[in-house]
């Protein structure tokens, strides 16, 4: 069973960059494909981002895409998401996904069914 730890996220002026990281252990990360989601105060969590287990693929929510980026590197067990151009809407707590020998598309449906894997979240806030 994998644990999953994210860090990075901070407060930050409108059109700046934060980096986040989720570390993973307790297993094989290249077994998993991973990604990120987000919750903001009163709403629902929605996902951000996907990437397959390998990194070939990715998949990001439209509501993101061309500004956040992620990444993986299976030999450090950890998932990258470049986040540039942030804006008061991208706000959140920021919470890592995962789920084993599966496709980049079953990250979408973490919120909806079980078998995914969460972190305990990292807070970003974005100040106009």
């Known amino acids: 069973q994998v644990q999953l730890v994210e860090s990075g996220g901070g407060l930050v002026q409108a059109g700046g960059s934060l980096r986040l990281s989720c570390a993973a252990s307790?297993?094989?990360?290249?077994?998993?494909?991973a990604g990120w989601f987000r919750q903001a105060p009163g709403k629902e969590r929605e996902f951000v981002s996907a990437?397959?287990?390998?990194?070939?693929?990715?998949d990001y929510a439209d509501s993101v895409k061309s500004r956040f980026t992620i990444s993986r590197d299976n030999a450090k067990s950890t998932v990258y998401l470049q986040m540039n151009g942030l804006k008061p809407e991208d706000t959140a707590v920021y919470y890592c996904?995962?789920?084993?020998?599966?496709?980049?598309?079953?990250?979408?449906?973490?919120?909806?069914?079980?078998?995914?894997?969460w972190g305990q979240g990292t807070q970003v806030t974005v100040s106009s």
């Open positions: 990437i397959s287990r390998y990194g070939g693929t990715t």
């Open positions: 307790g297993g094989t990360f290249s077994i998993y494909a």
């Open positions: 996904a995962a789920r084993s020998f599966d496709g980049i598309d079953s990250i979408r449906r973490c919120t909806t069914t079980t078998g995914c894997y």
